[in-house]
Every structure is written in structure tokens, then in C-alpha cells.
């Protein structure tokens, strides 16, 4: 079974960039897909942007100008960018496995999520 | 985007009770729809995807329905484990979810 877990600084200041990895044990990185997904304090879930294991990217049009995700295949991790954070950016990051099968897309499982604040 | 709305917000249901919870999509997603449930502090985990099909370990109290815009998330007989944060999740071209339902001890 494949386990995720984030790592990064748990405060980043405005206009700076916000990164984010997330190792991964128990399979390769090369054969899954991955994703990352954010929760504000007491709100619901904004999927951020995924990567195939193909290296194909996709992310949320209303962050896209700012956010970069990568594949570290030598680490077997992946990592998130994201740059000029405001206040807004404040939530738990969220990375998580990208199933997709029979037309349809979920994330399973997920790891245990890490709160960054956005605060100077 | 998909705008998929879960009702109601607030379920307070007593142990042993049934729990019957919605998730609307504001334009049909087919059957790509996943629930989620989550305990404070904790990561979101899976329990049914393709709106009917039980995620590995879930237990067979909690099932799963609908297609097109409406879903319903059915926990039969309510243990005290199930008290927490459900979500719906669509994935027509990149997911969006919904608000979220509690389940609470009535």
C-alpha cells in the first residue's frame, strides 16, 4: 500500500513561494499519479493540480498562473510550487494518489496533510 | 466548474440509526463521484468511488447511489466511528467538492 507524507515549512511569508514535498513509500513514483489538494481552516476541499506518471500536468485554472508541480523520480517524491502566497493561501496541503479507472478519478490514499500559514 | 452541493449541512443522528446523505452536481458528472469521510485532524479517507463501489476495508453498512446530478451516501446503522465529515467529490474534467456534511451524535 502506498503511504504519502508532506513536508515543508509550516509558515511562509506574502509574495514568497510556498513548497511542498511529498515523499512516497510502498511503490514507485513512476507508476502512479499524483495530485495535490488544499483545505483551508474550516472550509472544504480546492484541488490544486495534478501529474501523470507520464509527466503531464494539470492544475486549477484559478491558481495556474502561480503553481508548479514535479516528479523527483531520484527521491521518489514529488513536489508542489507556489509562488506570491497570500493570506489566502493559508490552508493544510494535502498530497495524494491519483486512481483512475472505468471513467472515473478519485484520490486514495492521501497523506496526513500540513498546515502552512501565510502570515509575515 | 461543477458546483456540487451536499445536504444537509448538519446530520444529528442517534447510534444505530440511518444516515442518508445528498450530494448534487450543478450539471450531470455521470457516475464519476467519490465520497470521502474525514475526522477532525485527520486526512480525508476514501469510501465509495464511481458512486456505488465500496472502497477496500469499508464496511458494508456504508453504500452508495446515484448518477447524473443526484447522489446519496447511506450509512445503514450508524456506529461511533462513522461520526465525522463526509464530502462528495466529482471528476468530470478536474474534481471540485462539495461543502461537506457532519454527522453528529444526536
Known amino acids: 500500500q502506498v503511504q504519502l507524507q508532506e513536508t515543508g515549512p509550516g509558515l511562509v511569508k506574502p509574495s514568497e513561494t510556498l513548497s511542498l514535498t511529498c515523499a512516497v513509500s510502498g511503490g514507485s513514483i513512476a507508476s502512479y499519479s499524483w495530485s495535490w489538494i488544499r483545505q483551508p481552516p474550516g472550509k472544504g476541499l480546492e484541488w490544486i493540480g495534478n501529474i501523470y506518471h507520464s509527466g503531464t500536468r494539470y492544475y486549477n485554472a484559478s491558481l495556474e498562473s502561480r503553481v508548479t508541480i514535479s516528479l523527483d523520480t531520484s527521491k521518489n517524491q514529488f513536489t508542489l510550487n507556489l509562488t506570491s502566497v497570500t493570506a489566502a493561501d493559508t490552508a493544510k496541503y494535502y498530497c495524494?494518489?491519483?486512481?483512475?479507472?472505468?471513467?472515473?478519478?478519485?484520490?486514495?490514499?492521501w497523506g496526513q496533510g500540513t498546515l502552512v500559514t501565510v502570515s509575515s | 466548474d461543477i458546483v456540487m452541493t451536499q445536504s444537509p449541512d448538519t446530520l444529528s443522528v442517534s447510534p444505530g440509526e440511518r444516515a442518508t446523505l445528498s450530494c448534487t452536481a450543478s450539471?450531470?458528472?455521470?457516475?464519476?463521484l467519490a465520497w470521502y469521510q474525514q475526522k477532525p485532524g485527520q486526512a480525508p479517507r476514501l469510501l465509495m468511488f464511481g458512486a456505488s463501489t465500496r472502497a477496500t476495508g469499508v464496511p458494508a453498512r456504508f453504500s452508495g447511489s446515484g448518477s447524473g446530478t443526484q447522489f446519496t451516501l447511506t450509512i445503514s446503522s450508524l456506529q461511533s466511528e462513522d461520526f465525522a465529515l463526509y464530502f462528495c467529490?466529482?471528476?468530470?474534467?478536474?474534481?471540485?467538492f462539495g461543502q461537506g456534511t457532519k454527522v453528529e451524535i444526536k
Open positions: 450539471q450531470s458528472v455521470r457516475s464519476n
Open positions: 467529490q466529482q471528476y468530470n474534467n478536474w474534481p471540485t
Open positions: 495524494a494518489t491519483l486512481t483512475y479507472e472505468y471513467g472515473s478519478k478519485w484520490f486514495d490514499p
